[in-house]
């Protein structure tokens, strides 16, 4: 009786253990570990992605800014800063039309045009010569 | 805006006269299921030799809207090992990839903005001369379409595009940022291999970027490459002295490796980064308690 139940038990405990890779994430996450998937998600990685995009960098380009550089100023913005655009981003009205695109690439040019002086436009861009 | 002036500014763009990937794997689709054939047809072509719009049906139709919805259809992609893609919404990104053998899946929508008809098709081509593109649509063979039609459809759907490419392939065209993330999304789901593969060609396209370096890292180490995933790390540290991340993360790897002073000396370093940047300081100073804690214990 208690050889078949500690037989059960071995055998349940397989089966929790089983379960328990079943669940195990493809790469183990390790506590404290910060994942891939956190970094490009950090406000400053958020907005440097956009102002790499062709249609901004083409603007820039148009105006004679180099879009180069328009990234390496936008990276020496603290997260703290860069988290502050992204709120005034949050705050325009949402959708998917053309149109509301079209506002996000206008907020993103002006965004870098403050940063660089040409433009005096968000009161939360401190510009850096 | 006429044809000609459709032709004239992709010329302009520096691309070539025409382009043609052919012949790709077409499929004759059944009512509202274009999604899936053409899901099949960019897959065969990136290397997944067996896939059928029957077989993907279940997993990228929603019957309910008689459609595929395209995050379903990135899904699928991943999930078959093959970097899912979305192009920057321009003509001229769409056609650079065409030019550089990468079939596009795109949405059109046929109808009007009030009352659409959307569609998906493959992209295999394109003639700037003749002013047409080659489109797989549900049927075998490619069809040719009229490039300013083309250009209209397409950008009335919100000009969408997605590629699926085969492991340590890249887009052709992309802003950095944009391309990492789709990587990271592939190592998301599960796809450790096609990931790191990815990585790697991303660093050799950005040498200088300290979030490739950091990705790259990062997915070695995880995968028990220790000692060159750290390599990439500290080369993540070194772009990026400003940042935070690399240095957590060197912190953890030091204290898996035993060497608790450097550890202890890394966490510190990242705490204070972090303040720098303006971040929550919390996750820094957990590493800091959680590789200062075995270093009080096994001094």
């Not at chain 1, 506002?103 to 401190?126: M, S």
């Not at chain 2, 030799?49 to 309910?64: C, H, I, K, S």
């Not at chain 2, 250009?151 to 919100?158: C, D, L």
């Not at chain 2, 919390?282 to 009080?296: R, S």
Request: one cysteine or more; a negative charge.
């Amino acid at each position: 009786m208690s050889g078949k139940r500690s037989a059960l038990r071995s055998v349940s405990f397989i089966v929790a253990l089983a379960y328990l890779f079943c669940f195990l994430p493809a790469s183990p996450a390790m506590a404290g570990w910060v994942s891939n998937g956190e970094m490009i998600n950090s406000p400053q990685a958020k907005l440097i992605s956009m102002v790499e995009r062709q249609e901004v960098s083409d603007s820039l380009a148009s105006m004679g800014i180099d879009p180069d550089e328009a990234v390496r100023r936008v990276a020496r913005m603290t997260d703290a800063e860069a988290q502050n655009a992204l709120n005034q981003l949050e705050t325009m009205p949402a959708g998917g039309s053309p149109v509301i695109g079209a506002v996000v690439f206008v907020f993103i040019v002006l965004l870098v045009t403050d940063i660089l002086g040409y433009t005096n436009v968000f009161p939360f861009v401190n510009p850096q010569y | 805006m006429g044809c000609a002036a459709v032709s004239t500014e992709l010329s302009d763009e520096g691309l070539t006269q025409t382009a043609n990937i052919s012949p790709l794997y077409g499929f004759n689709q059944r009512e509202n299921q274009c999604g899936p054939a053409s899901l099949a047809t960019i897959l065969r072509w990136s290397g997944v030799p067996d896939a059928t719009p029957e077989a993907l049906l279940p997993t990228v139709y929603t019957p309910a809207k008689e459609g595929s919805f395209l995050h379903d259809i990135a899904g699928e992609i991943r999930a078959h090992g093959r970097l899912a893609h979305k192009i920057e919404p321009k003509l001229a990104a769409l056609f650079r990839e065409v030019e550089s053998g990468h079939p596009v899946l795109v949405l059109e929508n046929r109808g009007l903005s009030f009352s659409p008809l959307y569609h998906y098709s493959v992209l295999a081509g394109y003639d700037l001369t003749e002013e047409t593109v080659t489109l797989y649509q549900g049927e075998e063979t490619p069809a040719k379409e009229d490039l300013d039609t083309f250009s209209r459809t397409w950008a009335r759907s919100g000009s969408q595009g997605l590629l699926a490419l085969p492991p340590g392939e890249l887009p052709a065209d992309g802003g950095e940022g944009d391309i990492l993330t789709s990587i990271i999304e592939l190592e998301g789901a599960g796809q450790t291999g096609a990931a790191l593969a990815g990585y790697k060609a991303f660093i050799r396209r950005f040498p200088k970027s300290w979030r490739g370096h950091f990705s790259l890292g990062g997915a070695l180490y995880l995968s028990g490459e220790s000692a060159d995933g750290v390599k990439h790390l500290k080369a993540a540290a070194h772009l990026a002295p400003d940042r935070p991340e690399p240095l957590n993360n060197l912190a953890l790897a030091a204290h898996g490796d035993g060497r608790l002073e450097d550890a202890v000396r890394y966490a510190d370093e990242a705490i204070s980064k972090a303040r720098a940047q303006g971040l929550d300081l919390k996750p820094y100073q957990d590493t800091l308690k959680e590789v200062g804690g075995a270093f009080e214990v096994e001094p």
